[in-house]
């Protein structure tokens, strides 16, 4: 259900830009038209969270609680992502690197804001604390997934778009290409959403092996008399 969610989302970005230029629309309004659904895969990764969570939590949960949770939390989640994506902005402008090392220790923000209910900078805090004792495997392995689905995407559009011209050098081949970016960009996402997923659990887990630690000290420390 997840991927198919996720291929629905792109699946309709992907329909607004193969069918609007033929009802004469212009590409600034296609442009437009595809930002605005742009929330789609926004809320379907918001939903494939809460269901990772569930799974990974043990909770006897279905896919509509998933959706019900995703949708009540859609608009704190949104602002923390604008937040996030200011600071990746702000620290983009000074240098690259540290842009995409801020981007990917932000990573738990969009976790921490679904199920911990802090939102906005608070989140981007938090998410930068536990990242911290791992923040250079969270980046590593970020910047493999996002490298890895983009040579992925480009490699299918290219052996679509070079089948098509092939079979048929008239053909238009920008439709296919759009679909397959849209299949290819789901299966993608859905990566990225369980990987942030795996690292937020287990910064749960180790919180928990904190508190029990703590708790242990301090049974110690008390008087026995």
């Keep these: 259900p997840s991927l198919l ?3 629905g989302a792109y699946a309709i970005i992907a329909g607004v830009q193969v069918f609007a230029p ?14 605005l ?13 809460v269901r990772a969570h569930h799974v990974f ?4 949960a ?8 995703a949708s009540d939390r859609f ?32 990573s738990l923000s969009t976790p921490v804001t679904l199920f ?14 536990r990242t911290k004792p791992e923040d250079w495997t969270i980046v590593l392995i970020g910047v493999a997934v996002a490298l890895g689905g983009g040579s992925l995407q480009f490699f299918f559009a290219l052996l679509v778009a070079l089948a098509l011209v092939g079979l048929d050098p008239s053909a238009d081949a920008l439709p296919f290409v759009l679909w397959t970016q849209a299949f290819t960009g789901s299966f993608v996402a859905v990566v990225q959403a369980f990987s942030t997923m795996v690292f937020y659990e287990q910064t749960l887990v180790r919180r928990l092996e904190e508190r029990t630690e703590e708790d242990e000290f301090l049974d110690a420390m008390k008087p026995s008399f």
Excluded at 57 to 60: I, L, Y
Excluded at 82 to 93: D, E, G, K, L, N
Excluded at 116 to 129: I, L
């Design 75 to 106: 608009l704190p989640a949104l602002w923390t992502s604008f937040v996030m994506a200011f600071f990746t902005m702000c620290w983009t402008m000074l240098l690259v690197l540290p842009g995409v090392y801020k981007h990917f220790t932000y």
């Design 22 to 35: 033929s009802q004469g629309l212009e590409d600034k309004k296609v442009e437009n038209i595809g930002k």
């Design 37 to 49: 659904f742009a929330f789609i895969p926004f809320w379907a990764t918001l939903v494939i969270m």
């Design 5 to 7: 969610l996720m291929l």
């Design 116 to 129: 911990e209910m802090r939102s906005g900078n608070v989140a981007v805090t938090e998410s930068k604390r």
């Design 62 to 69: 279905g896919f509509s609680d998933a959706l019900r949770l």
């Design 57 to 60: 939590q043990g909770v006897a």
